[in-house]
């Protein structure tokens, strides 16, 4: 516990005294930079202010430097993590990293199976990231760029990729944590990693990035709230491979290439080299200047079979989100995703099932230091993924999630997130939380993100 809160502080010391020594301060998410002189105005909304203000972070064809630290606090009513499992170790709640049980029962889609990014209920850094990049610029004809990112964290296990940060020798979390770059809650990640190269409006991109899909981000300053959605358990973090992008106009772009699946590099849960081959591709189209469309898909086959290696997984993985700034003041985000998964074996024993649902986000701008902001999601099981969610439980349930929170930025590296949640499951068998003896929960926190 010392160890913990002694980390924050000193992670929060070092982040003050980079914030004054380096020059240059990105602007982030609600940031107090208003070069229009408008109450609520978003500095690099083009609708209303300059975007080549230097205030809206950094420009295309140049090096650019920079990072955060984000620590907090998250706690719910029962005093245990903040995550699915029913494990006990010498006294204590759950074990270091308590996934063992959710991954062996399928309690929820997705690599990870994952529900929040704040699983300790104790302080906690969540992400200390920083970042090298060369951004394209497009009107320039050939030019090139990359970026480089690195995460260290109780965040950290999400950006992981089997083959780079580990490798995942079993199903068993235990050996997993014996095998990554990590030791007790926390885990290092290259989050991404890629270079890029760019023609006028096409350009390449080849390595590890965050994935496009859904509407949450793993950085936490281009997201309202401190938690995550349940949607953002369904979907990849990170992809491996090679993705072209065509954008003939402002308000359109398409992009389109291969993948070596989710979360991976190019090493299999079995232990031997190669490659999940996966489409994935999308569009986004602005319908004006305040409504932003979004269509992301992700098709392809695992060969390991979540380590059974005598048959191929197929899975299509997509999310649709749309972004509407309703005026000055109010911001709304639509998301529907979708995960499907079946084996390719004998029927009697196949594996199959999936999730889908729905998330919407209302943010309220009162002024150019605080925005409040609701969220609620919907989430369905279906087929073996709703198999023993809880103990003894068989069948298709719903979870459910609403979250008030507030965030508030008095300068442009600082942004402190305070929110509550509330959390339950349809039927009430499907119990998850409190030692899987319970359908529902209250849980809530505040976390601080310096950036420089």
């Known amino acids: 516990m010392k160890k913990t809160i002694f980390g924050c502080l000193g992670a ?28 609520a105005c978003n500095p690099c909304d083009e609708a209303t202010c300059d975007p080549c203000d230097a205030a809206c972070g950094p420009r295309a064809g140049q090096w650019n430097f920079g990072g955060w630290i984000e620590a907090g606090f998250y706690a719910n009513q029962y005093g245990r993590r903040n995550i699915y499992s029913n494990y006990e170790f010498a006294g204590k709640h759950n074990l270091v990293l308590p996934l063992d049980n959710a991954v062996a029962n399928n309690a929820y889609p997705g690599n990870y199976r994952r529900l929040n990014n ?161 489409a994935l591709f999308g569009v986004e189209y602005a319908l004006n200047k305040r409504v932003n469309l979004a269509y992301t898909a992700l098709i392809g086959k695992s060969k390991n079979g979540a380590g059974r290696t005598e048959f191929d997984v197929d899975y299509f993985v997509h999310s649709f989100v749309v972004n509407a700034k309703l005026n000055k003041r109010w911001d709304y985000t639509f998301e529907w995703t979708l995960r499907n998964e079946k084996e390719n074996r004998d029927p009697a024993y196949r594996y199959c099932g999936g999730a889908y649902g729905i998330n919407q986000e209302l943010v309220y701008r009162l002024n150019s230091r605080w925005a409040v902001g609701g969220r609620a999601e919907w989430m369905h099981l279906y087929g073996n993924y709703g198999d023993y969610f809880g103990e003894g439980f068989y069948g298709a349930p719903d979870i459910y999630a609403v979250v008030f929170g507030a965030n508030w930025t008095p300068n442009k590296w600082l942004t402190v997130k305070p929110e509550v949640r509330y959390d339950w499951t349809d039927p009430k068998e499907a119990t998850v939380f409190d030692n899987y003896t319970r359908h529902k929960q209250f849980s809530g926190g505040v976390s601080a993100i310096v950036k420089f």
């Open 118 to 278: 704040v699983a300790l209920s104790d302080p906690q850094m969540n992400q200390a990231w920083i970042f090298v990049e060369r951004t394209l610029n497009t009107r320039r004809g050939l030019n090139f760029g990359g970026r480089v990112d690195f995460l260290y964290g109780t965040d950290g296990r999400f950006t992981q990729s089997d083959g780079l940060e580990f490798r995942s020798l079993s199903d068993s979390w235990a050996v997993r944590r014996e095998n990554s770059w990590g030791q007790g809650d926390y885990f290092a990640s290259f989050a991404q990693i890629y270079g890029e190269v760019g023609f006028n409006n096409v350009s390449v991109k080849a390595g590890k990035f965050l994935s496009p899909m859904g509407s949450n981000s793993i950085m936490s300053p281009e997201r309202f709230f401190y938690s995550l959605t349940h949607a953002f358990a369904a979907m990849p973090v990170t992809h491996t491979g090679v993705i072209g992008t065509w954008s003939p106009s402002k308000n359109f772009s398409a992009f389109g290439g291969w993948v070596n699946g989710e979360d991976r590099t190019f090493y299999n849960n079995d232990g031997t080299e190669g490659a999940d081959n996966a």
């Open 12 to 39: 929060a010391a070092v982040a003050f005294a980079l914030h004054f020594t380096m020059a240059h301060v990105q602007a982030g998410l609600f940031s107090s930079c208003n070069p229009c002189d408008e109450v």
